[in-house]
């Protein structure tokens, strides 16, 4: 609980973001299961919610749907969660909180390099700490 509270902190400290403001959220994730069920929990909370299964169609849901926040999947098919994180920061800037879902560590090779993400939640997602870090 202890990473999960430093998390949020980090989060909650992070200059010029006013996360409490974001309503819209796009969830990437392959795994339909996990993408639906996240997604329905988001709406069930009054989050205006997208949700796409690749990198490629989050990038096209994404010019339509202009979300203030991206929850993406590291191993997605066709560009992987990094490359389409690169890619949302080019279309939306820094105003788009973008968090990484992975089944990698910090310290795993993956996620080390520079992030053009805000944050990431190792899976399984602690729901609780996500939704205290949107509302």
Known sequence: MNGDKAQLDSLSNRAGTSIG????????????????????????QGFEVETSYDGLDALQVAARFRPDVALLDVGLPGIDGHELSDRLREQFGDELL???????????????????????FVKPLDFSVLLQLLS
């Open 98 to 120: 973008v968090i990484l879902v992975t089944a990698y560590s910090c310290n795993d090779q993956p996620i080390a390099r520079k992030p053009a993400f805000d944050h990431y």
């Open 21 to 44: 403001l974001k309503r819209r959220i796009l969830v990437v994730d392959d795994n339909k299961d996990i993408a639906l069920s996240t997604s329905w929990l988001l709406k069930l």
